[in-house]
């Protein structure tokens, strides 16, 4: 298949310009204001940020929150509308946040039509006023294509973190199509996923390029009993812990409950906001849900860990993922017991990797025990070179 040239469809990229872009401007997938700021969209626009002007969009969404088929939904609703009511903000020097009122009816074509014209209006007022003419523009989202598709841009890039399209509450149909269009049109587009690129390089072509994710090394780094927080030294060791967001659709709580009940001797630190069956968990009595905490904060509750677990379930969300927390853990310097994935092959000697919830509670009872494959010192040795700064680094050099 030929790809159209981005200039062929809307005529406003110009990738070989020699002089610096306005700035860039950053569809997210998550929302500045609620989500975990370790996202590789907000890490990457922090680096980015250092040197070029930097506007973050807030997520516009997959699907519309709808009871009965969503979890939480007036808890999301309430927290997007909070979100919306900030609009534009400034957190760090050169780092702008906006919340568009989004209208994410992407199942209807006239409901995709009429939100992306709302969603371009607001971002190109914004972009006025912030002198931002002709940016980069990165889109992390695949809902970003019907927004961005006739806005001026110096290049676009795909942050391709994650296949949307098999996130199970979206328009399935409406978000592949957003999906497939931001591959064939996109100037460049980034992986963290070898599997998901070897897979996608038909269409793709040699526009794709493997970016990985990067890790906060000196934010990740162990501190002693004496700094880590209360509510972590109340819980008695020793201490399985998990941090990030405890979603269903990629969190086998099955297999936390087996985890729970076979080792009773331990207890399971489980750190992150949950839109999954919690309720499960907590009435063991050794499980102790924290809730969520901020980004800040992390790696003091981490320190705190003797094993660190990766319980994912098998789906093709996973398959084609590359968790950040990985790369985290390795900083922190824990052992890190994991179900398969395929990124995983690239640390043999890092990672215990477990299939089935037998094996997995086995390989947790004996890092336990004995410790991870590999010293401490050397677990965080093996993620130093991979800092954001240098991953942005190679996302500017793509895009200008």
């Not at 020699?18 to 700035?23: E, I, L, V």
């Not at 400034?90 to 906006?98: A, D, E, H, Q, S």
């Not at 209807?108 to 003419?133: D, E, I, N, Y």
């Not at 890092?350 to 050397?378: D, H, N, Y």
Request: with cysteine; charged share 25%.
């Amino acid at each position: 298949m030929t790809r159209p040239s981005p200039a062929a469809v809307t005529g406003p990229s110009e990738p070989g310009e020699a002089r610096p872009p306005s700035g860039y401007v950053c569809f997210s997938a998550q929302d500045w204001w609620y989500h975990n700021r370790a996202h590789s969209d907000f890490q990457l626009m922090r680096q980015v940020a250092g040197c070029r002007r930097v506007l973050v969009v807030n997520s516009i969404g997959l699907r519309m929150p709808v009871p009965g088929r969503s979890s939480n939904v007036l808890r999301r609703v309430l927290r997007k509308l909070r979100s919306v009511a900030k609009f534009v903000r400034r957190p760090f020097p050169g780092f702008y946040v906006m919340s568009p009122l989004p209208l994410p009816l992407y199942g209807s074509p006239l409901g995709r039509r009429l939100g992306a014209a709302l969603v371009r209006a607001q971002v190109r007022a914004v972009c006025l006023a912030l002198g931002l003419r002709r940016p980069v523009i990165v889109a992390t989202l695949p809902t970003a294509w019907d927004v961005v598709r006739p806005m001026r841009r110096r290049s676009l890039v795909y942050n391709r973190s994650d296949r949307h399209s098999a996130f199970p509450e979206s328009e399935g149909t409406a978000i592949v199509e957003m999906e497939r269009s931001l591959l064939e049109h996109a100037d460049h587009v980034v992986y963290v996923s070898n599997a998901l690129m070897a897979e996608e390089r038909p269409v793709v072509g040699d526009r794709a390029h493997f970016l990985d994710h990067g890790v906060d090394v000196d934010h990740f780094r162990r501190v002693p009993p004496e700094r880590q927080p209360a509510d972590l030294l109340a819980v008695p060791g020793p201490r399985i812990g998990f941090f990030g967001a405890l979603d269903d659709f990629v969190v086998d709580f099955d297999l936390l409950d087996r985890l729970a009940e076979e080792l009773p001797e331990a207890s399971l630190v489980l750190i992150g906001d949950a839109n999954g069956p919690i309720e499960r968990l907590t009435r063991h009595p050794n499980v102790h849900w924290l809730g969520f905490r901020p980004y800040e904060r992390i790696p003091a509750y981490g320190s705190g860990f003797d094993v660190a677990i990766m319980p994912w379930l098998d789906n093709d969300w996973i398959r084609h993922s590359n968790p950040i927390k990985l790369k985290e853990y390795l900083a922190l310097g824990l052992p890190v017991v994991s179900t398969p994935f395929s990124e995983l092959e690239r640390y043999p000697e890092q990672v215990i990797t477990a299939s089935g919830a037998a094996a997995f509670v086995e390989a947790v009872r004996t890092a336990l025990k004995e410790g991870g494959p590999l010293p401490p010192e050397e677990l965080r040795a093996s993620v130093s070179h991979a800092a954001w700064s240098a991953r942005a680094a190679e996302l500017m050099r793509l895009a200008e």
